[in-house]
């Protein structure tokens, strides 16, 4: 019986915390650069979908509320051997 309600309270804390647990982040893409556009209270929606800074400052002009900030979570492409090859 212990055993059933050790079970049923481990059970129940994974539930509340997938319920009020961290949100999930909205961000889209895998670019160097985001335009972050405010929609709502302290909370924004993130396109990271820029390669360079000027591209992403038009958006933001467009009239999203927001600015454009380098991607926290980019990470660019191994660069190949060939190319290593070629430096050397």
Do not use: H
Request: proline share 9%; hydrophobic share 35%.
């Amino acid at each position: 019986m212990k055993t059933v309600m050790r079970l049923a309270i481990v059970i129940a804390g994974f539930a509340l915390g997938s319920i009020f647990g961290p949100s999930v982040a909205r961000a889209s893409g895998n670019a160097p650069w985001c335009a972050i556009a405010q929609v709502g209270e302290g909370d924004g929606q993130w396109d990271c979908t820029y390669e360079t800074v000027e591209e992403c400052v038009p958006n933001v002009l467009a009239g999203n509320r927001g600015n454009c900030s380098p991607n926290p979570y980019f990470s660019p492409p191994p660069a190949s051997r060939k190319s290593q090859k070629d430096a050397k």
